[in-house]
Nanobody, 119 residues
Framework: VLVVESGGGFVQPGGSLRLSCVVSGDIFAIGRMAWYRQVPGAQRELVADDTPHGMTNYADSVKGRFTISRDNAKNTLYLQMNNLQPEDTAAYYC??????WGLGDERYWGQGTQVTVSS
């Protein structure tokens, strides 16, 4: 199973970015998917998550600015980030709870994509 993020980059304060996360490989089903972020020297923190039943959760710091969504047909998770601020600067990671054929659920992580917000 491979998890690949894309869409990061450099943006000025107030700008927007859309992150994508594609899950591929030996997949029977995908459960929860989520975005995390991490800055050097700090713990990785949950940004938002999405369940197969359509329930979403957001960190208080991003509520009203970020929107998580998924396309189950494409095994893809998105994070639309609006009104970005310098404190949003971090490496953003995607993870997915994947059930492989004949096996139990396992959580897979991507390698991350860097988001830098600066004037």
């Amino acid at each position: 199973v491979l998890v690949v993020e894309s869409g990061g980059g450099f943006v000025q304060p107030g700008g927007s970015l859309r992150l994508s996360c594609v899950v591929s490989g030996d997949i029977f089903a995908i459960g929860r998917m989520a975005w995390y972020r991490q800055v050097p020297g700090a713990q990785r923190e949950l940004v938002a998550d999405d369940t197969p039943h359509g329930m979403t959760n957001y960190a208080d710091s991003v509520k009203g600015r970020f929107t998580i969504s998924r396309d189950n047909a494409k095994n893809t998770l998105y994070l639309q980030m609006n009104n970005l601020q310098p404190e949003d600067t971090a490496a953003y990671y995607c993870n997915a709870d994947v059930r492989r054929w004949g096996l139990g659920d396992e959580r897979y992580w991507g390698q991350g994509t860097q988001v830098t917000v600066s004037s």
